[in-house]
């Protein structure tokens, strides 16, 4: 019996690996990165992945061994075993030391989302408002300014110029929400009360999926999006067209 469950442990850690291996080439993993944070976000998460799977395979082994060593037959009497302090120490130290290398190695990156005096000048300014269970959009009309009474409202889908630097200033309405594009890499809570910034490049035009990864209440599955990165000549006439659509009466169009 003590092989079956040795080569069933086996068994399963080989499969764990093997699935982890294939599943970039199935597309069961990330969509391609398509803004400049996301390298280093990869970084960081391939090299936590490396971490926990090295954790995972010493796991398993040790494992392996226990059930084959400690399920033999044995004609002296079972030892009863408080602990080893020597040990408990050692393991406690290891996984605190890789806890805080995790804790200051993604420093950098995390702050670089953050920290606006780094954001370099020009881009494209938005807010993004959260609500149950939709998203909606602001931007500058024409005089420049966010937060007048001439700004650029849209539904659903951001809007935004590639190749060059945006800052997103997100708030919520109700509760808390997350704002996550996977292909960008970005993810950030939207906490009621808070104005959060956050800024990127999103290195090439595309249409890129936009949801919600906090549970915010009953229509949560519901509330998705997209965002649309576009070259900056079609950003800025995708503007002047929204703000003319926004003073129309209709009665233009039908001269």
Same mark, same amino acid.
């Given at each position: 019996?003590?092989h079956?469950?040795?080569?069933?442990i086996v068994?399963?850690?080989? %499969?764990?690996?093997?699935?982890?291996?294939?599943?970039?080439?199935?597309g069961?993993?990330?969509p391609?990165?398509?803004?400049?944070? &996301?390298?280093?976000? =990869?970084?960081?998460?391939?090299?936590?992945?490396?971490? &926990? %799977?090295? /954790?995972?395979? $010493?796991?398993m082994a $040790?494992?392996?061994?226990?059930?084959? *060593?400690?399920?033999?037959?044995?004609a =002296?009497?079972?030892r009863?075993?408080?602990?080893?302090?020597?040990?408990?120490?050692?393991?406690?130290?290891a996984?605190? %030391?890789v806890?805080?290398?995790?804790?200051? &190695?993604?420093?950098?990156?995390?702050?670089?989302?953050?920290?606006?005096?780094?954001?370099?000048?020009?881009?494209?300014?938005?807010?993004?408002?959260a609500?149950?269970f939709?998203? *909606?959009?602001?931007y500058? !009309? =024409?005089?420049g300014? $966010?937060g007048?009474p001439?700004?650029?409202?849209?539904?659903?889908?951001?809007?935004?110029p590639? /190749?060059e630097?945006?800052?997103?200033? $997100?708030?919520s309405?109700?509760?808390?929400h997350?704002f996550?594009?996977p292909?960008?890499?970005?993810?950030?809570?939207?906490?009621? !009360? *808070?104005?959060?910034?956050?800024?990127?490049?999103?290195?090439?035009?595309g249409?890129?999926e936009?949801v919600? %990864?906090?549970?915010?209440g009953? /229509?949560?599955?519901?509330?998705? !999006?997209?965002?649309r990165?576009?070259?900056? !000549?079609?950003?800025?006439a995708?503007?002047?067209?929204?703000?003319?659509?926004?003073?129309?009466?209709?009665?233009?169009? *039908?001269r």
């Open positions: 019996m003590r079956l469950a040795a080569a069933l068994i399963l850690t080989a %499969a764990v690996i093997v699935l982890f291996a294939v599943s970039p080439g199935q069961w993993w990330l391609p990165a398509a803004s400049t944070i &996301a390298r280093p976000i =990869d970084a960081l998460f391939d090299g936590i992945l490396v971490t &926990a %799977a090295v /954790g995972f395979v $010493l796991v $040790l494992l392996t061994w226990a059930v084959w *060593r400690g399920a033999s037959p044995r =002296d009497r079972a009863s075993v408080h602990g080893h302090l020597g040990l408990e120490l050692g393991w406690t130290a996984i605190g %030391a806890l805080v290398t995790v804790a200051l &190695a993604q420093l950098p990156t995390w702050a670089a989302l953050r920290d606006t005096a780094a954001m370099p000048a020009g881009g494209a300014t938005a807010t993004v408002l609500q149950q939709a998203w *909606r959009f602001g500058a !009309g =024409d005089d300014v $966010l007048t001439d700004d650029i409202e849209a539904a659903s889908e951001l809007v935004l590639a /190749g630097p945006v800052l997103l200033t $997100l708030r309405r109700d509760v808390i997350s996550f594009v292909a960008l890499r970005v993810k950030q809570d939207v906490v009621p !009360g *808070r104005a959060i910034p956050l800024w990127f490049t999103i290195e090439r035009p249409t890129y936009l919600c %990864a906090e549970l915010c009953l /229509g949560h599955y519901a509330m998705a !999006g997209r965002v990165a576009i070259p900056r !000549g079609e950003y800025d995708w503007l002047a067209q929204q703000s003319r659509a926004r003073l129309s009466t209709g009665v233009e169009d *039908r």
